[in-house]
């Protein structure tokens, strides 16, 4: 069910304005590395800008700190790096046709106890789709820590032709989401600096959630594959998916 997106030639691809709300140790990694990749960065933590700005100067230099709901309505497209528990800060009308990825995870000790995302049959990130229903929401970056996010990353050389069959295969990152906007994601993965792996829907997030073999994972794309495919025959798995049979 996986696919890993071929690196096989490296055509230019237009520069963005990226949203990052949240800026803890996740958004302001991926803020670096969107910076680094040529992006132009809005990143946004809670309330006023200005708490944020020395933040953004040492941790993440080149992006712009922002209001939550100014990155919303500038980006092109917005990275959700926050506590899940405060998702509710998020303005949702600002993001009305706005490709969202989620990179968060239900933590009860840091978010609170929500039965909606602690049940066995919680897929986090359609949740998050029916907190945000104008919103185009795909889950990536949400399986490897930020310390992997950070050293592991190899962005492409802008100046190669093609990529040999005998590179050195990067670390990868798992998305979740529904065509063509799976792809746009594979795309910004890829400028990141790792291998995307196009795992399914969203509803296949489920497969990098807390708990499941893949979170944590930070191998490459053929070792991120088979583990996202044993899933269902994995203790977490039986539990998940016997839940979500239920549930329909």
Same mark, same amino acid.
């Given at each position: 069910?996986?696919?890993?997106t071929?690196?096989?030639?490296?055509?230019?691809r237009?520069?963005r304005?990226?949203?990052?709300l949240?800026?803890?140790?996740?958004?302001?990694?991926l803020?670096?590395?969107?910076?680094?990749?040529?992006?132009?960065? $809005?990143?946004?933590? &809670?309330?006023? #800008?200005?708490k944020?700005?020395l933040?953004? !100067?040492?941790?993440? +230099? *080149? /992006?712009?700190?922002?209001?939550?709901r100014e990155?919303?309505?500038?980006?092109?497209?917005?990275?959700?790096?926050?506590?899940?528990?405060?998702?509710?800060?998020?303005p949702?009308?600002?993001?009305e046709?706005?490709?969202v990825?989620d990179?968060?995870?239900?933590?009860?000790?840091?978010?609170?106890? $929500?039965?909606?995302? &602690?049940?066995? #049959?919680a897929s986090?990130?359609?949740?998050? !789709?029916?907190?945000? +229903? *104008? /919103?185009?929401?795909?889950?990536?970056?949400?399986?490897m820590?930020?310390?992997?996010?950070?050293?592991?990353?190899r962005?492409?050389?802008?100046?190669?032709?093609?990529?040999?069959?005998?590179?050195k295969?990067r670390?990868?990152?798992?998305?979740?989401?529904?065509?063509?906007?799976?792809?746009?994601?594979?795309?910004?993965?890829?400028?990141?600096?790792f291998?995307?792996?196009?795992?399914?829907?969203?509803?296949?997030?489920?497969?990098?959630?807390?708990?499941?073999?893949a979170?944590?994972a930070?191998?490459?794309?053929?070792?991120?594959?088979?583990?996202?495919?044993?899933?269902?025959a994995?203790?977490?798995?039986?539990?998940?998916?016997?839940?979500?049979?239920?549930?329909?």
């Amino acid at each position: 069910m996986s696919t890993p997106t071929p690196r096989t030639h490296r055509t230019p691809r237009p520069r963005r304005t990226l949203g990052v709300l949240g800026a803890g140790k996740v958004g302001t990694v991926l803020a670096r590395l969107a910076v680094a990749a040529g992006h132009e960065v $809005l990143i946004a933590g &809670s309330g006023d #800008s200005a708490k944020i700005r020395l933040i953004t !100067q040492i941790l993440a +230099p *080149g /992006a712009t700190p922002v209001t939550s709901r100014e990155a919303a309505e500038r980006a092109d497209l917005v990275i959700l790096a926050l506590p899940l528990g405060k998702l509710a800060t998020v303005p949702a009308d600002a993001l009305e046709d706005t490709l969202v990825i989620d990179a968060m995870n239900y933590w009860w000790e840091t978010d609170g106890h $929500l039965e909606e995302f &602690s049940a066995a #049959s919680a897929s986090t990130s359609e949740l998050v !789709q029916e907190r945000l +229903p *104008g /919103a185009r929401v795909v889950k990536a970056f949400n399986h490897m820590g930020y310390h992997e996010l950070e050293d592991l990353a190899r962005r492409p050389d802008p100046s190669a032709e093609a990529i040999t069959a005998d590179a050195k295969p990067r670390a990868a990152i798992a998305i979740a989401g529904p065509s063509p906007d799976a792809e746009t994601v594979a795309e910004l993965v890829d400028e990141l600096g790792f291998d995307p792996v196009l795992i399914g829907e969203l509803t296949e997030g489920v497969r990098l959630q807390p708990y499941a073999e893949a979170f944590g994972a930070h191998g490459d794309a053929a070792s991120l594959m088979k583990t996202v495919d044993r899933f269902p025959a994995t203790e977490r798995g039986r539990e998940v998916m016997a839940a979500l049979s239920a549930r329909t």
